[in-house]
């Protein structure tokens, strides 16, 4: 019961937040999320929703990925993170509890697949297939399609592409 009330405050207060591109508050019904996420792609992009990340999903569980991509380069631990890390030529996958927590592209990488489409590491390409941004933060552009977001870093100084990372919106 606490947590409708909470959920039922923060719907009421979040118009007055002043962060008129993504809500905070409890998610819209399913019908009313699927227009929003629409209306902040470009009508000729297929980018309505995010699914995989260079052939990986956040659903994935942690065999998924073995079975996908085949026996990692190098494993790694992040203890920062707590995830252990499957390196692959075309990806980092970071795992944390047996599932895909996020998939992480560096730019030598020269191209990434965002759900079936493939798309060269390139901010002015990015931008305009994925849309508007809904968060611009000093390292990089958030883009957000229900519960899952592709954050595209950049370097502070120079503008340059550094990574694309794919994560729920609410793990980072």
Same mark, same amino acid.
């Given at each position: 019961?606490?947590?409708?009330?909470? /959920? /039922?405050? &923060?719907?009421?207060?979040?118009?007055?937040?002043? &962060?008129? =591109? @993504?809500?905070?508050?409890?998610?819209?019904?399913?019908?009313? +999320?699927?227009?929003?996420? @629409?209306?902040?792609?470009?009508?000729?992009?297929s980018?309505? $929703?995010?699914? %995989?990340?260079?052939?990986?999903?956040?659903d994935?569980r942690?065999?998924? @990925?073995?079975?996908?991509?085949? +026996?990692?380069?190098?494993v790694? +631990?992040?203890?920062?993170?707590?995830? %252990?890390?499957?390196?692959?030529?075309? =990806?980092v996958?970071?795992? $944390?509890?047996?599932?895909?927590?996020? @998939?992480?592209?560096?730019?030598?990488?020269? $191209?990434?697949?965002?759900?079936?489409?493939?798309l060269?590491?390139?901010?002015? %390409?990015?931008?305009?297939?994925?849309? $508007?941004?809904?968060?611009?933060?000093?390292?990089?552009?958030?883009?957000?399609?229900?519960? +899952? &977001?592709?954050?595209?870093?950049?370097?502070?100084?120079?503008?340059?592409?550094?990574?694309?990372?794919f994560? =729920?919106?609410?793990?980072?």
């Amino acid at each position: 019961m606490m947590l409708i009330q909470l /959920m /039922m405050l &923060a719907a009421l207060l979040s118009p007055f937040s002043g &962060a008129d =591109a @993504v809500q905070t508050a409890a998610p819209p019904p399913a019908a009313d +999320k699927a227009v929003h996420a @629409v209306a902040t792609v470009p009508k000729h992009s297929s980018m309505s $929703r995010f699914i %995989t990340l260079n052939g990986i999903s956040l659903d994935d569980r942690e065999e998924d @990925v073995l079975h996908k991509k085949g +026996k990692p380069l190098q494993v790694t +631990k992040d203890w920062l993170l707590r995830s %252990t890390e499957y390196h692959y030529a075309d =990806a980092v996958v970071g795992i $944390r509890y047996g599932y895909v927590d996020y @998939v992480h592209v560096d730019p030598e990488v020269k $191209r990434v697949k965002i759900n079936d489409r493939w798309l060269p590491l390139n901010r002015g %390409t990015l931008a305009q297939e994925l849309g $508007r941004v809904q968060f611009a933060a000093e390292d990089g552009d958030v883009y957000i399609r229900g519960h +899952k &977001a592709i954050k595209v870093y950049t370097d502070p100084v120079s503008g340059e592409l550094q990574a694309v990372e794919f994560f =729920a919106e609410n793990s980072q």
